[in-house]
């Protein structure tokens, strides 16, 4: 169980800011944004700009094993523009 965090378009495609969802404890990065897209579908529009920040430090999606602890803090981020 982690406490899911959505920002910006992230959380304007999800339909809200944060929420808690049940997911494996051993998980690649990849898997665990695929987990979080069967929850919320229209997520998967920013698959290739989204970074994860998995107790607040940036994962990219890819292969890497995450080890996720119960009450752990996921962040959705999606790229942000700015100068």
Same mark, same amino acid.
């Given at each position: 169980?982690v %406490?899911? =965090?959505? !920002?910006?378009r992230?959380?304007?495609?999800a339909? =809200? +800011?944060?929420e808690t969802l049940?997911? @494996? +404890?051993q998980?690649? %990065?990849? &898997? /665990?944004?695929?987990?979080i897209v069967k929850?919320? @579908? +229209?997520?998967a529009? $920013?698959r *290739? &700009?989204?970074? !994860?920040?998995? +107790?607040?430090e940036?994962?990219l999606l890819? *292969?890497?094993?995450?080890? /996720?602890? @119960?009450g752990d803090?996921v962040? $959705? $981020?999606p @790229? $942000? %523009?700015?100068?």
């Open positions: 169980q %406490s899911v =965090l959505y !920002f910006a992230s959380a304007e495609l339909g =809200l +800011r944060c049940w997911v @494996p +404890r998980v690649t %990065s990849l &898997q /665990l944004w695929e987990e929850v919320h @579908p +229209r997520l529009v $920013i *290739d &700009q989204v970074v !994860f920040a998995v +107790r607040q940036y994962v890819g *292969d890497q094993l995450l080890v /996720l602890q @119960p803090e962040a $959705i $981020i @790229p $942000i %523009s700015g100068g």
